[in-house]
């Protein structure tokens, strides 16, 4: 579910998008499974491309960027999500190459205050007929450059 922009917190580069918890989510022991902060990434990645054009609706894809692969999916547990409810769910781009892109993200609670997961995601953009990696469109890289973490400043 997207949100309006006033509705997230203020982040110095990437986004927050809330995403639900519901109770499938949860495990026997009343906390977030592990593998759902899989699904529940790509529900807070979802709507912030679709937003901006770059979606997957009714079996046809706005554009061909929508057509990739995970290569790679890493998480670190910190504090467990127990109940359901909004989790914020903050997400950037470290890297975006010519046909590979590698998310960063954190799972923290609303208030901003606890931090439950983090890790990385690299996706490869495929040609849908050959399989095979393939460049990102313009309008890909103008979406990613929203974004992309700034390269820290040299001191």
Known sequence: MSHAI???????FGHVEHVGVHFDDLDAFGILHNARYAVLL????????????VSFQG????????????REFSISYRAPITGTGP?????WLEHFG??????????RSVDGGTVHAEGRRAIVRLDPAT??????TETARAVAATLLRP???PA
């Open 151 to 153: 390269a820290p400043t």
């Open 6 to 12: 006033a509705d997230q917190p203020a982040v110095e």
């Open 87 to 91: 989790v914020a769910v903050h997400f």
């Open 131 to 136: 399989l095979r990696p393939a460049p990102w």
């Open 98 to 107: 010519t046909s590979s892109a590698e998310y960063a993200y954190r799972f």
């Open 42 to 53: 790509e529900r807070a990645l979802t709507p912030y491309w679709a937003d901006r054009g």
């Open 59 to 70: 079996g046809q894809h706005s554009a061909p960027d929508v057509f990739h692969a995970v």
